[in-house]
């Protein structure tokens, strides 16, 4: 899905657009125009994330959870992560709906502040080469009838006035109040700290806007300046929130519930048993060959999940030629 030059352009600029391939997004496009359209939606529900966390991994609605779980999302990752061994921290999908006025309360999503989202996702702070986290938007609708493309802003290189760290010139970073509102931000930076109100100005003059039709991806990263833009009055825009991280990435959270949470009645079972080693990897679980497995690791997690389809042959044959130690 990504090409060596793509893959330079989100290490170098923070970001890459592509489109994802459609055997991944048809089954889950399918699903959501008909279940997930603007009359089955809550139009007061107007900030980020499903309502009542539904739709955050795992759904139990097999083309929304696939779609998360795919194999070329997930060598996507590992490929800009540059690493084997990746694990899936986000997977929301959510709606959002545009609205007439324009002028909106500090913490409408609506118009939001340029920010970076490492904020609420790393008790850490980001160093812009070793990335620790990949994180996507993919795009269910076409922008030509919703607008609301997200904005962001390309690094130019390590002298970049805009990407000079620590990245702490946006709301609620290092005792700054925070509000989402574009309109709340920066009038409250203008007020009280007029120096951060003029380099935030450059990174709206240098947005640019994510073109969308449906399967669109945005891959990003934790330490981009971006932001969400309105839509089209009335139009709904629907949009899951992925993001992946280093296995041995330090400080960063996990953003979903944990994933074993939602087990017993079979669901989330049935995810490790029908997923490849790679899907389940993500998952944190061992991939075959990893040193966590010996026997009777081995036996016991077939005993668990063996009745969902889980088979161990894969896992063995590779415990089989390890040499012993
Ligand atoms: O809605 C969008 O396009 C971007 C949302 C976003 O960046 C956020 O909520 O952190
Ligand atoms: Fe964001």
């Known amino acids: ?23 991944v997004v048809d089954p889950a496009l399918t699903w959501l125009n008909v279940n997930f ?15 009542d966390r539904k739709f955050e991994f795992p759904t139990f ?6 779609l998360v779980l795919s194999e070329p ?37 609506t118009d ?43 690094r ?37 700290d007029p120096n951060v109100y003029e380099l935030r100005q450059q990174l709206y003059e240098r947005e640019k806007v994510v073109q969308f039709k449906p399967g669109t991806i945005l891959f990003y990263r934790h330490d981009l ?24 990435a330090r400080g960063v959270s996990h953003w979903n519930e944990g994933f074993a949470r939602k087990s017993y009645y079979g669901n989330v079972e049935s995810i490790i048993g029908r997923s490849t080693p790679l899907q389940r990897s993500v998952l944190d679980f061992p991939l075959p060959g990893d040193d966590y497995w010996n026997i009777e690791r081995l036996k016991n997690v077939e005993a668990r999940f063996s009745a969902y389809g889980f088979d161990a042959a894969v896992y063995l044959q590779e415990l089989k030629t390890k040499p012993s130690v």
Not at 61 to 66: G, K, L, R, S, T
Not at 79 to 100: E, F, H, M, N, S
Request: net charge negative; aromatic share 8%.
């Open 37 to 51: 359209t603007l009359d089955q939606i809550d139009r007061n529900h107007m900030d980020f994330g499903t309502p």
């Open 112 to 154: 939001q502040r340029m920010h970076m989202d490492y904020g609420n996702n790393t008790v850490l702070h980001p160093q812009w080469d070793t990335p620790d986290v990949v994180a996507a938007v993919v795009y269910y609708d076409d922008c030509d009838e919703t607008g609301g493309g997200t904005a962001y802003v390309p």
């Open 1 to 23: 899905m990504l090409s060596n030059s793509q893959i330079q352009t989100w290490k170098e600029e923070g970001a890459v657009i592509c489109q994802l391939p459609a055997p």
């Open 156 to 192: 130019h290189g390590v002298d970049d006035p805009i990407y000079q760290p620590p990245y702490v010139n946006m709301p609620g970073q290092a005792g700054n109040p925070f509000f989402n509102d574009r309109a709340a931000v920066e009038s409250w930076f203008k007020e009280n």
């Open 73 to 109: 999302l997930i060598l996507a990752a590992q490929k800009l992560l540059g690493t084997q061994d990746v694990r899936l921290i986000q997977a929301d999908l959510w709606p959002k709906i545009g609205v007439a006025d324009e002028l909106h309360e500090a913490q409408a999503n």
């Open 61 to 66: 609605i097999n083309p929304i959870d696939d």
């Open 225 to 248: 300046w971006h932001r969400g833009r309105p839509l089209v009055a009335g139009k709904l825009r629907r949009v899951h929130n992925l993001a992946w991280k280093r296995a041995d």
